[in-house]
């Protein structure tokens, strides 16, 4: 029975019914505003979300099955071919089924894979090693290793789509079989990238980006791994690795700051080794801020104590993190639950993707470099925004005095040594190293990690301690990306982590 042959108050207190059993299971409530259905869920985001994890939240469990649409109201029916048929979305898109994730790319429903597709076809070259080289290697295992002198072919776009994982990865069948091989070796992650980018554009409900707020003190968070922290932090539980890939893709950026800065860090100087001497007086200089004791504060006169400085987060060469969802970067202020926090992204792209806050302030003698301040995400959090280098803002003594004990740096996947973007690092790493400060810094692979360690040791010689030794992250992202320049090239988001600072003498007494 459809809702245009309903009574008003019959359709009333089916809406209600559906709410209540919406909220109880922690999705977001329904409410009519000017004919349209739009959740009320009090969120504010100060920040889109990364095109590539933009996703429309579904209403009920009920568009959740593809059974109503967004703009639409529902309709109540017994008719079994609405459970089959996927219904389309606002924006036209055909809601995607679990089993029906595995699209090519020229073929997807989504246009964004299709425009995607087209992207790479014009910009992606093939990797058979009959071609000449397009660039100098940048690794052992970049296959571009493998194109030599022996090459007889001109560089060729990809056109091929391999049919098993959906993604043009050669300029001809021809190729694509000849070099099958090495194709294999790959093959199986480049399927799973392909469905987990249309999972994110199959219009589903997400569970798994609803996050939890403020834990009892007590509830000690565990951060072993991925599987003990999320259950010892309630979120909800994930039973699909595919969603868990999505979870992990954006709670990746705070969790490995707040697993390296806590007490209760996986990253011990016993068990693993990584944390060296220096990395252990540097990160306990950290720890004393974020785990101080209690004071015996309360609401009276004579309970009033005065409060520490925020601790102060420098994220450098900030791209796709500085446009996250605020209530992701909130985890970390629910970690370490009586300081205060104060994100600061720096980079000249930390605005790319959140075209709705543009243009940029304009820069006058109040806010000289333009900020963009975000100061009522929460008691506990505030975020600035530079689009402009550090070293600027360093010479300009903007962020001086730095204290070890209340500020750290972060730079993920910076590119230190890379050949593209170590020009821009020149500047700002010697800087880096006078403030004494612990510097986090985290890489796609082993490879890049020891690429970027070499290129510091080189520039600095031995004004430099190593806080971490190189390794995988125990916080990384499960999930890979495809680099849509390269189809052979697959990373995930902070997959190692390391730490350095600059060198500190120790004063000795001449007798």
Known sequence: MQSGYTCSRCLHSLRRLTNTKTHTRGYSSIS????KYTSTRASVRNAPVPKLLIHRRAITSQEHQGQISID???QITTSPRFKSKPSPT???NVLLEPNNLFHHFSDSPSPDMRR???FMKTHAYCTHPSHHQTRMPLSPHDPEARKGAKSTQAPAFVRF?????GIPVSCSEEHWADDYESHMEICDTLREINEDDHDLRSGRF???FEYPGPQMEEAVVNMTNWDTYLYSR???AINEERSLRQATRLLTYPVTIGSILSELSPYDFRRDGRLTIEGLKSLSALRY????????????IKGLRPSPPPVRVFILGARAESSLPREVWQQLSFLFHRVAFHLIFIGPESMANRDAEFPLPERTPGNPFGAVVEDRISHEMKISTFVEYYHTLHQAGLFHPYDPYFDCFVLFHPGLGHPASSHEWADTLPQLLETKVPIICTGYTAWDMERDRKWVEEKMGGEMDVLMEPGENKFRSLRWDLNDFDPADISCANWGVWAFRGKRYETTMKE
């Open 206 to 208: 997400f569970p798994e």
């Open 116 to 118: 995607r597709a087209a």
């Open 289 to 300: 801020t974020l785990h101080p004791p209690r004071t015996g504060a309360d609401g009276t």
């Open 234 to 236: 309630e979120y909800q």
């Open 32 to 35: 009519q505003r000017g004919g």
């Open 90 to 92: 606002a924006s036209g």
């Open 161 to 165: 789509e391999c049919p098993d994982c």
């Open 72 to 74: 639409e109201p529902p």
